[in-house]
């Protein structure tokens, strides 16, 4: 079993930077995958960015790519998202995720975090 605990979220203008944290307990975090997911009201729950439990590869959606940076610290049991340049249609829950590294879904999920981009 993973707990997953996000935080950061908030209010800004669009513009402004976030930076999401992830902070996990129980199984050894350092043999997971992780991934950030967001969902906007209305909308599927999508995906945004994800790393390997080396910290070595990350993928990111077309849609936050260059804006968005995922990375971990795997003696802190913390993964980031930090989050520049944001934009209205960012505006989201977005949620912290596990899986193993040879499972192909995420398996823990965190709460959410609201992220709201002001225009």
């Known amino acids: 079993q993973v707990q997953l605990v996000e935080s950061g979220g908030g209010l800004v203008q669009a513009g402004d930077s976030l930076r999401l944290s992830c902070a996990a307990s129980g199984h050894p975090f350092s043999s997971y995958d992780m991934g950030w997911f967001r969902q906007a009201p209305g909308k599927e729950r999508e995906f945004v960015a994800a790393i390997a439990w080396s910290g070595i590869v990350t993928y990111y959606a077309d849609s936050v790519k260059g804006r968005f940076t995922i990375s971990r610290d795997n003696a802190k049991n913390t993964v980031y998202l930090q989050m520049n340049s944001l934009k209205p249609e960012d505006t989201a829950v977005y949620y912290c995720?596990?899986?193993?590294?040879?499972?192909?879904?995420?398996?823990?999920w965190g709460q959410g975090t609201r992220v709201t981009v002001s225009s």
């Open positions: 995720a596990a899986k193993g590294a040879t499972m192909a879904k995420y398996l823990y």
